[in-house]
């Protein structure tokens, strides 16, 4: 099994910046894309970013295009999501999510990922 683990989240105010890591453990061999999605209240939870071990990204949602950065650090199998430039509407939980195996694309939707955390909570204050 693999466990995905969020953490760096937080209050920031806006135009401000945090960061947040995604490790996983486990079983992970074979963990090729990890990305990061995020839901607000009473909305659906959306696709934010995502990278893959194979090259392929990052990819990143219009919404955060040019202020979010997704990177990855192979050897510890962590993801990050440095986000600045926040705005009140990028409060939500975020959540940090993995797939098993190989993908020839973009993961973007929920059911390509295999492997969930448990969310972390992002306040932006106007």
């Known amino acids: 099994q693999v466990q995905v683990v969020e953490s760096g989240g937080g209050l920031a105010q806006a135009g401000g910046s945090l960061r947040l890591s995604c490790a996983a453990s486990?079983?992970?061999?074979?963990?090729?894309?990890m990305g990061w999605f995020r839901q607000a209240p009473g909305k659906e939870r959306e696709f934010v970013a995502t990278?893959?071990?194979?090259?392929?990204?990052?990819y990143y949602a219009d919404s955060v295009k040019g202020r979010f950065t997704i990177s990855r650090d192979n050897a510890k199998n962590t993801v990050y999501l440095q986000m600045n430039s926040l705005k009140p509407e990028d409060t939500a939980v975020y959540y940090c999510a993995a797939v098993r195996g190989f993908l020839p694309r973009i993961a973007t939707k929920e059911n390509e990922y295999n492997y969930w955390g448990q969310g972390t909570q992002v306040t932006v204050s106007s």
């Open positions: 990278i893959n071990w194979s090259g392929g990204g990052p």
């Open positions: 486990g079983r992970t061999f074979g963990i090729n894309t």
